[in-house]
Structures are given as C-alpha cells and as structure tokens.
C-alpha cells in the first residue's frame, strides 16, 4: 500500500538485508565476490565486475543481479512485482525471472519507464525475484513492493 515498512540507517556495504516485516530477504549475486550498497537510500551492488572508471560502482550492471527471496510468514507467495529506480543509466532494459520452489516459471525483459516497471504474472504465483540490468543499462534501486497472498488465501472450506 505505498507504507514504508524498514527506514532504519543502513550499513554502506552488506551482504544481506533482511525487511522482516515483509519477510523478504534482499541478496546481491555475482560472479566472484559481491555485496550490496545502499548510498543515499539506493540500493546497487558492488562486484569484482563493477566498471568503475565508466562510474557504475555500486550501480547494478548486466553481470550482477539483486534477488529477492520472499519467505514464508504471514504473507505468501506474491503475484506481482514493483520497482522503483533512482538511477538509470544505457537504455533502461532489465531482465526479470521469476521463481517459485527453486524452479525459473518465467523470465521476461521490461524498459523502464517514469523510473519504474510493473511486472505481473497474469496470476501466477512465485517466491523469488532476481533483477539484472541488460547491456549498457546499470541501476540503482530506490524502492520494490510486492503483491502478497496472505496465508488465508490458501485455505478452503
């Protein structure tokens, strides 16, 4: 619903980042060693693949991904993904797979538009998330939301 749910300060580079109030768990992956960075409220990821003379250090670039684990508690899988760029940069494609159970379900490529892009399963569910940047596109991220089951949405009778 737009609420923010964790705006405590952030350590400049982590390896992880827990949002428990949501359960989802944001991780950055790349060849070699990798970690995320949050300057100024975005969150990008700093990598041996980083380009740095062309300025893309701590931006998300086509070798690393940010991926969003969305745990099982009060909420349940989700059907649809926001995000929300404060830095783009190249063309503004990405690349999006979803997971649900470890298994790829489907991998679609979004332009980013007005900062933002709105992936939906047409009703599939999943319970992972990765992002990347697709060729001369790097990005930092400011914000993602999720649309989540709640766990009655998988009760009957």
Not at 80 to 89: D, K, M, Q
Not at 132 to 152: G, I, K, N, Q, Y
Request: glycine share 10%; aromatic share 12%.
């Amino acid at each position: 619903d737009g609420t923010p749910v964790d705006t405590d300060a952030l350590p400049f580079i982590r390896e992880a980042k827990n949002f428990g109030e949501v359960d989802v768990r944001l991780i950055a992956t790349a060849p070699g060693r990798e970690q995320l960075t949050f300057f100024g409220g975005e969150v990008g990821v700093s990598s041996a693949f980083d380009n740095i003379f062309a300025g893309e250090a701590g931006l998300v670039n086509d070798r690393e991904n940010l991926k969003f684990n969305l745990r099982d508690g009060p909420f349940g899988d989700a059907t649809e993904a926001t995000f929300e760029f404060s830095e783009v940069r190249g063309d503004g494609e990405v690349r999006v797979r979803f997971f649900e159970d470890g298994d790829l379900i489907d991998r679609e490529t979004y332009q980013i538009i007005d900062g933002q892009i709105t992936a939906d399963l047409d009703g599939a569910s999943f319970d992972q998330v990765r992002i990347r940047a697709l060729d001369d596109t790097a990005f930092a991220l400011d914000s993602f939301a999720f649309d989540r089951m709640v766990e009655d949405d998988f009760l009957f009778g």
